[in-house]
């Protein structure tokens, strides 16, 4: 890894840029990787940065069974807003049906907005199988609305071994407030 520039804690800012780049490793019996390569640019506060940078890892594998074939991902940020544009291909998922995202990428696309009160996050997410819209609140009272749309709900159902044909749509709600916290589905 290496970073250089220069560091402003009083005023909380900084000016640098960094890169990482990781062969093969497994820092733990959980956890491997086959490549990463990280490399970007901060100049700024920590609210209205301006910042770009990329990401690509190979082969990642987490715990719980959870492994990426392939992560690319490119961020770019000014005037408050830092925005994420990411391609998970490979994906597979603990359980019975274990290979059912790894035919085709998924598309992330997120922005966050540090300048404003609440944070406010945009996240999107889209596979063949499923398209995530959410908007989240991430300071304050945080809480969530989202919408999933399903065009065909016959792979997932027979992850739980059932048989289901058509599509659904799902709008939720949920707000963080502690033991009183609540969500609410409507599909």
């Given at each position: 890894?290496?970073?250089?520039?220069?560091?402003?804690?009083?005023?909380?800012?900084?000016?640098?840029?960094?890169?990482?780049?990781?062969?093969?490793?497994?820092?733990?019996?959980?956890?491997?990787?086959?490549?990463?390569?990280?490399?970007?640019?901060?100049?700024?506060?920590?609210?209205?940065?301006?910042?770009?940078?990329?990401?690509?890892?190979?082969?990642?594998?987490?715990?719980?069974?959870?492994?990426?074939?392939?992560?690319?991902?490119?961020y770019d940020g000014s005037a408050g807003r830092i925005a994420l544009h990411a391609r998970v291909a490979g994906l597979q998922t603990p359980g019975p049906q274990a290979a059912l995202l790894r035919q085709n990428p998924?598309?992330?696309?997120?922005?966050?907005?540090?300048?404003?009160?609440?944070?406010?996050?945009?996240?999107?997410?889209?596979?063949?199988?499923?398209?995530?819209?959410?908007?989240?609140?991430?300071?304050?009272?945080?809480?969530?609305?989202?919408?999933?749309?399903?065009?065909?709900?016959?792979?997932?159902?027979?992850?739980?071994?059932?048989?289901?044909?058509?599509?659904?749509?799902?709008?939720?709600?949920?707000?963080?407030?502690?033991?009183?916290?609540?969500?609410?589905?409507?599909?």
């Open positions: 890894g290496r970073a250089g520039g220069s560091l402003d804690l009083e005023h909380r800012s900084a000016d640098l840029e960094y890169s990482l780049a990781a062969p093969a490793m497994a820092p733990r019996p959980d956890v491997a990787w086959q490549r990463i390569a990280l490399q970007g640019r901060w100049r700024g506060g920590l609210v209205t940065p301006v910042t770009d940078g990329r990401l690509h890892v190979d082969r990642l594998q987490l715990a719980g069974g959870i492994a990426i074939g392939a992560l690319d991902a490119t998924i598309a992330v696309e997120a922005s966050i907005r540090l300048n404003e009160a609440t944070r406010p996050l945009q996240l999107s997410a889209t596979h063949p199988l499923f398209s995530l819209q959410a908007q989240v609140v991430t300071a304050g009272v945080p809480g969530a609305k989202f919408e999933l749309h399903l065009p065909d709900v016959a792979p997932l159902a027979a992850i739980a071994a059932q048989e289901a044909r058509g599509e659904a749509s799902i709008t939720g709600e949920f707000t963080w407030r502690g033991a009183a916290s609540q969500l609410t589905l409507n599909a």
